[in-house]
């Protein structure tokens, strides 16, 4: 079993930067592709960013493509998402996921506000 701590959201200004951390427990996560989704007020959860377990292959929605970074320790057992030139569109709870074949596992999730 895996559980997902995210933390490192807050308040940003337009244009500035952001990196929230996806901490699991479980000595099997480096085997768990891990995602990002975010979920903003009256709209669905969306995914933000993917990478496989290796870290070898990487996938990002169009919205954030070339702005935000995904990236994983997996001798840390963390994901991170680097988020930079923030827009106030990018508002929304981030949530981390992990899932191995079956098995999935959400986080409780981390605020993220772009004042303009």
């Known amino acids: 079993q895996v559980q997902l701590a995210e933390s490192g959201g807050g308040l940003v200004q337009a244009g500035g930067s952001l990196r929230v951390t996806c901490a699991a427990s479980?000595?099997?996560?480096?085997?768990?592709?891990i995602a990002w989704f975010r979920q903003a007020p009256g709209k669905e959860r969306e995914l933000v960013a993917a990478i496989r377990w290796s870290g070898g292959h990487t996938y990002y929605a169009d919205s954030v493509k070339g702005r935000f970074t995904i990236s994983r320790d997996n001798a840390k057992n963390t994901v991170y998402l680097q988020m930079n030139s923030l827009k106030p569109e990018d508002t929304a709870v981030y949530y981390c996921y992990a899932r191995l074949n079956t098995y999935n596992y959400w986080g409780q999730g981390t605020q993220v506000t772009v004042s303009s």
């Open positions: 479980g000595r099997t996560f480096y085997r768990y592709d």
